[in-house]
């Protein structure tokens, strides 16, 4: 019998299994959508601090692709927000 909802045993919480295609899906249509914007901006005149930050961006990418590539999962999805965050910057107004 438990008393006052206690229990001498230590509490254990499980974190359910990572679900590693998922994370692949999720990283690889971030990498695709963040190339369709950087395609449209580079369609536009660019001063050079935002060409080298397009520059950037496109080398989260590629670094994105290669790390799912190797399998490092949470790098490649890393890379790809980065990415995103570069390119969502050069599409502001």
Do not use: Y
Request: aromatic residues 2%; charged residues 30%; negative net charge.
């Amino acid at each position: 019998m438990v008393k006052n909802g206690g229990s001498d045993q230590p509490t254990v919480q499980l974190k359910p299994p990572s679900d590693g295609q998922q994370q692949r899906s999720s990283t690889e249509q971030l990498n695709a959508a963040t190339e369709d914007n950087l395609k449209k901006i580079e369609g536009r005149p660019l001063a050079s601090a935002e060409q080298e930050t397009l520059n950037q961006a496109k080398q989260f990418i590629e670094q994105s692709k290669a790390a799912i590539s190797d399998g490092d999962l949470d790098r490649g999805h890393d890379l790809a927000q980065k990415a995103r965050l570069l390119a969502d910057e050069l599409a502001k107004p």
